[in-house]
């Protein structure tokens, strides 16, 4: 299963890539376009991004921090932890690592406190971390089935 | 054992919810806490498609709530275009409002010369051509969050001797 993890961590560092490669190629159609496709799913504050050439990251500080602790934590597994050998609560691990992110955001949303750069990189990475200790498993099941399945339609097609 | 149920209605709902959440101006800062919002609605459409499993059904499947998701995630894309242009000829772009004062609330430094640009979005007419191509835009975060979503919800609600 080694095979389909290394396919997860491609498709994920291609996801983190897009965020730096948006203000790498400032001004051009793929740069608008890589904006547009990850403003679906973040803010994009300027203020509460990484820069880069003076340009902002596709994706806030937060999301950046999420993605690249996902991506790292699928890293670490593929190189360290046996595959299958971990079975977490997936309520549990959830609710655990999505609490300090969601109240960190609500809090600073509420204006009850402003959240700092290292909080919003704390929170963040923390659930990447746990997002990808959730779904490892079954994203390299899916991407098992989902070869498996090509295999054989290209043996039945031959 | 009787057939599975259709995935077509859950999808519906995860889709719809989905849409709502990335529409209309309020609910779409769910968002901001890592596209919360999209992946609730593959994780509705697998929680729905679960209830809809009886004792003398084979069980939900990994494949399934894969399609959930994927399904979810491209209804959410064609939908959000829609609803957003329903609310933008109704209400105006009140989204961009919000958003500006949700800036302001949150003490966030504008650069100046986005004031300018904000007063031009807003005054800009309803374009069918450019929702058409919002669409593919939105296909591909929505179908990707809403799978990963669904996988979530494969790993809540999966059926205990698969574990």
Not at chain 1, 101 to 120: E, H, I, K, P, Q
Not at chain 2, 96 to 119: N, T
Request: some cysteine; proline content about 5%; overall charge neutral.
């Amino acid at each position: 299963m080694k095979k389909e993890l290394n396919l997860v961590i491609g498709l994920a560092s291609l996801w983190c890539l897009g965020i730096v490669l948006a203000p790498l190629t400032s001004g051009s159609i793929i740069s608008n376009l890589l904006y547009s496709i990850y403003s679906t799913v973040c803010h994009q504050f300027d203020s509460r991004s990484f820069h880069v050439n003076d340009e902002p990251f596709a994706v806030c500080i937060r999301c950046t921090s999420i993605y690249i602790g996902f991506l790292s934590a699928l890293i670490v597994l593929r190189f360290s932890i046996p595959l299958r050998s971990k079975n977490y609560q997936p309520v549990i691990l959830l609710l655990i690592v999505s609490l300090p992110m969601f109240v960190d955001g609500m809090l600073s949303l509420l204006n009850v406190y402003t959240s700092t750069t290292f909080s919003r990189i704390g929170t963040g990475s923390f659930f990447g971390i746990g997002l990808a200790l959730l779904l490892h498993q079954t994203l390299t099941d899916v991407i098992h089935t989902f070869l498996k399945r090509v295999k054989v339609y290209e043996s039945e097609t031959r | 054992m009787n057939l599975k149920p259709d995935k077509l209605i859950p999808s519906l709902y995860g889709g719809l919810l989905i849409a709502t959440v990335w529409a209309v101006p309020g609910l779409n800062f769910l968002n901001c806490l890592c596209c919360a919002g999209v992946m609730l609605g593959g994780f509705l459409a697998v929680m729905l498609y679960q209830k809809d499993i009886t004792p003398d059904m084979e069980q939900m499947t990994r494949e399934d709530c894969t399609q959930l998701g994927i399904y979810a995630g491209v209804i959410s894309s064609i939908a959000a275009v829609l609803i957003q242009y329903v609310v933008t000829l109704i209400f105006g772009d009140i989204a961009i409002d919000m958003m500006m004062r949700l800036a302001e609330r949150m003490q966030i430094d504008l650069p100046p010369e986005i004031y300018p640009m904000v007063e031009d979005a807003k005054n800009a007419e309803p374009n069918i051509i450019g929702s058409f191509l919002a669409i593919f835009i939105y296909i591909i975060p929505n179908t990707l969050f809403s799978f990963l979503g669904a996988l979530i919800g494969w790993r809540v609600f999966q059926p205990k001797q698969t574990m």
